[in-house]
T-cell receptor
Framework: GNSVTQMEGPVTLSEEAFLTINCTYT??????LFWYVQYPGEGLQLLLK?????DKGSNKGFEATYRKETTSFHLEKGSVQVSDSAVYFC???????????FGGGTRVLVKP | GAVVSQHPSRVICKSGTSVKIECRSL??????MFWYRQFPKKSLMLMAT?????????EQGVEKDKFLINHASLTLSTLTVTSAHPEDSSFYIC???????????FGPGTRLLVL
């Protein structure tokens, strides 16, 4: 089945720094790719998604481009804020169907 | 739109008791809901897939008699942790799936502490 690997954290940054979280995948075909964010004590929220190769998902200043050549979907933000402190999960469908498989999560801490 | 609620948000119970957690899709219908368990600082572990009007499908290693799932309507699924023990303490998250070409929408989670 499909799988995803993302960089381990924690990642500690200062405000206004550039953030990159690496995510690579193995998959049959070209499934949709997702980034979810989990703020402390809360459930997951969909941050962005891309449904086909070369698509760029974007939301709240975050971007990720679906790159089939490198089987990657790295998450980037040019200038982080303290409020971006959270755990970020890369995800894709497990196989055909609607189950998702998640990466291990990357904890990001932004300091003022 | 696409809001999913969970109730309760936190629950503390004594060992041996049963706890019911509700997951509701507030503004859409979901034929499929998922239940996850998350350990501290870990990723989500899919426990089961809940299908409206039929039996839940459990992932390997998840005890179906321990974690009872009922999907009574297109907007409500419940997870009952039966005879809870301290090792069942965890963060339980549900998600609701509206249908093809959609993603899952997650609830805010329920933190269970079994004493």
């Amino acid at each position: 089945g499909n799988s995803v690997t993302q960089m381990e954290g924690p990642v500690t940054l200062s405000e206004e720094a550039f953030l990159t979280i690496n995510c690579t995948y193995t998959a049959t075909g070209y499934p949709s790719l997702f980034w979810y964010v989990q703020y402390p004590g809360e459930g997951l929220q969909l941050l962005l998604k891309a449904t086909k190769a070369d698509d760029k998902g974007s939301n709240k200043g975050f971007e990720a481009t679906y790159r089939k050549e490198t089987t990657s979907f790295h998450l980037e933000k040019g200038s982080v804020q303290v409020s971006d402190s959270a755990v970020y999960f890369c995800a894709l469908p497990k196989a055909a169907g609607n189950k998702l498989t998640f990466g291990g999560g990357t904890r990001v801490l932004v300091k003022p | 739109g696409a809001v999913v609620s969970q109730h309760p948000s936190r629950v503390i119970c004594k060992s041996g008791t049963s706890v019911k957690i509700e997951c509701r899709s507030l503004d859409f219908q979901a034929t499929t809901m998922f239940w996850y368990r998350q350990f501290p600082k870990k990723s989500l572990m899919l426990m089961a897939t809940s299908n409206e009007g039929s039996k839940a499908t459990y992932e390997q290693g998840v005890e179906k008699d321990k974690f009872l799932i009922n999907h009574a309507s297109l907007t409500l699924s419940t997870l009952t942790v039966t005879s809870a023990h301290p090792e069942d303490s965890s963060f339980y998250i549900c998600s609701a799936y509206p249908g093809p070409q959609e993603t899952q929408y997650f609830g805010p989670g329920t933190r269970l502490l079994v004493l």
